[in-house]
């Protein structure tokens, strides 16, 4: 089981947009409509951000948002704010009640 | 309100055996997944498996020779145990609880284990 591939780091300045990618196969993020997105402070246990691709769970800022297309999820930071600065980690089911992490996007609020 | 706290020792000789507990407190054990999921020093998340209606264990792959987890709902306790540690098993482990595949809601603190000799 590799882990789903994440660009390692992306930056953006306050107020801007940025978009961290996930891509697995159709065994995993193709294949079904159950991606979760954390965020993960340093020393912090993570937090759930995006849950089925593209729900928010309540007291989520509506500035975070995910979508999918094929076999590659996604998530968009808008209104970029200096508390976003974290790593992000997405997470999909891959079949027989396994799951999978990808590997992780450390932002930068510049 | 729902709380899971990790315990078991910091310090593990290779070749041993890795055992962790989390203890829930504020939530039934039914219809949830009691999942375990570590991070090695600066690396990522890697989700090692969980139980589900205290009967059905799912494992990743790559761990499933040497991992088992277990629950004891008399004592809202779940476990976690890894035969055969080697310095690669050296991370933060965390206990969570899953509401839906691959959607966890809580989470413990997390506790590092180191092994070393």
């Known amino acids: 089981q590799s882990a789903l591939t994440q660009p390692a780091s992306v930056s953006g300045s306050p107020g801007q947009s940025i978009t961290i990618s996930c891509t697995g196969t159709?065994?995993?993020?193709?294949?079904?409509?159950?991606v979760s997105w954390y965020q993960q402070h340093p020393g912090k246990a993570p937090k759930l951000m995006i849950y089925e691709v593209s729900e928010r769970p309540s007291g989520v800022s509506n500035r975070f948002s995910g979508s999918k297309s094929g076999n590659t999820a996604s998530l968009t930071i808008s209104g970029l704010q200096a508390e976003d600065e974290a790593a992000y980690y997405c997470?999909?089911?891959?079949?027989?009640?396994?799951?999978?992490f990808g590997g992780g996007t450390k932002l930068t609020v510049l | 309100q729902v709380q899971l706290q990790e315990s078991g020792p910091g310090l593990v000789k290779p070749s041993e055996t890795l055992s962790l507990t989390c203890t829930v407190s504020g939530a039934s054990f039914n219809g949830f997944y009691w999942s375990w999921v570590r991070q090695p020093p600066g690396k990522g998340l890697e989700w090692i498996g969980h139980?589900?209606?205290?009967?059905?264990?799912f494992y990743n792959p790559s761990l499933e020779s040497r991992v088992t987890i277990s629950v004891d709902t008399s004592k809202n306790v779940f476990s976690l145990k890894v035969n055969s540690v080697t310095a690669a098993d050296t991370a933060v482990y965390y206990c969570?609880?899953?509401?839906?595949?691959?959607?966890?809601?809580?989470w413990g603190q997390g506790t590092l284990v180191t092994v070393s000799s």
């Open positions: 997470c999909s089911f891959a079949g027989s009640s396994t799951w999978i």
């Open positions: 969570a609880r899953g509401v839906y595949d691959a959607l966890i809601d809580r």
């Open positions: 159709s065994s995993d993020v193709g294949g079904y409509n159950v």
């Open positions: 139980i589900y209606y205290s009967a059905n264990t």
